[in-house]
């Protein structure tokens, strides 16, 4: 297995340019661009949170460390699996009303661009309201991600507006993030969760093949 030692150095210490140069040196190296993201920064980010937790590291730090993490995985998408010239299905993806994290729905976003589907981003903090435009656009499926606890519910609040406008028939709803499980997926009447972007990619293609 490759050293992420420094890689994850780099990353810990929000050193935008340190992670960029680290990425180099593991592309060098031979190093898979997605075992880069998924063994070295996925596992520092683990380390961050953890430190986040017990108070040892703040927001600003924090904050550093996903803006270098964000900029590493813009670095590596290009070098990802070539994009399939037809497009398997259209996807309107972003991080529910209230919540700012990015990380995770953008690894989701980028999977499933290099898996051949049409991703429309919507960015952080997305209303029902923005989710149902993507959807009157003729996107097949709504993926939905959170990270906080208190934001979770928007995700009910786009499933049962859909019911209420009669376009649930219309889309698939898949949902994501740290805080969520099955259960909560079940709860809300979504179509799928998955605990991490491969799975996700997985999900999208079993259920627009039982569609
Ligand atoms: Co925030 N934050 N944060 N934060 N932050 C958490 C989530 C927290 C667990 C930290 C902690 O206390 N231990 C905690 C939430 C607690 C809770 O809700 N119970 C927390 C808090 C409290 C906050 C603030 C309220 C702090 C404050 O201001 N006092 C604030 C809220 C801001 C807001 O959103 N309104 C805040 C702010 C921030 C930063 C801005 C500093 C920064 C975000 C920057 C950014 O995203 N650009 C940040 C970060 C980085 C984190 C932690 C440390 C790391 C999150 C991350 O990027 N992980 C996080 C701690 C943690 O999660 N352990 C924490 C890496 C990423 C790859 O994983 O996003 O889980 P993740 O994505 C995974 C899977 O979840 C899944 O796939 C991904 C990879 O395979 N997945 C999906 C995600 N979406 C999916 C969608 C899918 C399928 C799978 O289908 C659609």
Redesign the pocket.
Known sequence: MADYTALQEALIEGDEDGLLEEVDTLLDQGVAPVEIIAQGM?GA??V???R??TGEMF??E??M???A??LAVDRLHPLLEGVPVSRKGKVV?G?VK????????N??AMFMDVSGYEVVDLG??VSPDAFLQGIQEGAQIV?????????MPVMGQVVRTLEEQGLRDRVKV???????SQGFADEIRADG????????VR?CAELLAGA
């Not at 919540?99 to 995770?104: P, Q, Y």
């Not at 898949?174 to 969520?180: E, M, N, T």
């Open positions: 996925m980010m683990e961050v949170g953890a986040f937790s927001v600003p924090v904050l460390c996903a803006n993490m964000n993806i991080t209230g919540d700012l994290h990015d990380i995770g729905k690894l989701v952080t903090d993926a939905m991600s959170a990270l906080l606890t208190t934001t898949i949902v994501g993030g740290a805080p969520l969760y998955s605990k991490d972007a491969a799975g996700a999900l």
